[in-house]
C-alpha cells in the first residue's frame, strides 16, 4: 500500500514537471526555460526535479519518448499478424484513427512541441519515428531500405507529418474524419488524379 502512495505522488510531480514545461515553452521558448524555471513553475524545488529528471534536455527526451511510444503502438496493431503488404483501406483508416487518437490524447504536448516555440527539429523527429514504426514492421530485410523505399518512405512521411502538423495547429477547422478521408483518397489513389479534380 505505500509503494502505491509512492507511486501516485511521482505521478503527480511529473504531471506537474510536464504541464510546468509545457507552459513556459510556450511563454517563453524551449531555449529560454531553465530547471529553475521548470521548478519555480511546477511549485516544486530543484532537487525534486533532479530526483525524476538529469537536467532539461533529458525531461524532453522522456517527454518524447513516451508520446512516441503510443503513436509506436498505432502502427503496430493488426500490421503485425498480416504484415505490411496486406494493408488495405480499411485497416489504412484503423491505424491513422489511432494515431490522430494518441495525439490528440497528448494534444498539448504536440501542439506546444510543434509551434515556434517549441523544439526546432520535433518534426524532424516526428517523422524520423513514424518511418521508423514503418520500417520495423517491414522485417529485417528493409533495415537497409533501398534508395526507392527511401525516397517514398521520405515523400509519405513528410506528408503524413506535414498534415499532422496543419491539424494540430488549427483542430476546430480541420476534423479528423476528413483529415483520415483525404489522407486514405491520396494514398490510395494517384495523386495526379485528385489534383486534376480539385
Request: with cysteine; charged share 25%.
Amino acid at each position: 500500500m505505500g509503494k502505491d502512495k509512492v507511486d501516485l505522488r511521482i505521478l503527480k510531480t511529473r504531471k506537474a514537471i510536464k504541464e510546468a514545461f509545457l507552459t513556459l515553452v510556450q511563454n517563453k521558448g524551449y531555449e529560454r526555460i531553465t530547471v529553475q524555471d521548470i521548478a519555480d513553475e511546477a511549485m516544486i524545488n530543484r532537487n525534486t526535479f533532479y530526483l525524476h529528471y538529469v537536467d532539461k534536455p533529458d525531461l524532453m527526451e522522456n517527454l518524447c519518448q513516451a508520446s512516441m511510444g503510443k503513436l509506436n503502438v498505432c502502427f503496430s496493431l493488426d500490421k503485425k499478424d498480416k504484415g505490411i503488404h496486406a494493408i488495405d483501406k480499411e485497416m489504412f483508416i484503423s491505424i491513422l484513427n489511432e494515431m490522430f487518437k494518441a495525439i490528440e490524447a497528448d494534444i498539448v504536448f504536440f501542439r506546444t512541441m510543434l509551434s515556434q516555440n517549441g523544439q526546432l527539429n520535433f518534426s524532424t523527429r516526428l517523422k524520423e519515428a513514424l518511418k521508423d514504426f514503418i520500417l520495423s514492421g517491414m522485417g529485417g530485410h528493409y533495415l537497409n531500405p533501398n534508395p526507392k523505399t527511401k525516397i517514398g518512405l521520405e515523400y509519405m512521411m513528410s506528408g503524413l507529418v506535414g498534415v499532422i502538423c496543419m491539424w494540430i495547429l488549427d483542430p476546430e477547422h480541420l476534423g479528423v474524419e476528413e483529415v483520415i478521408e483525404h489522407l486514405s483518397e491520396i494514398h490510395f489513389n494517384n495523386v495526379l488524379d485528385l489534383l486534376k479534380n480539385i
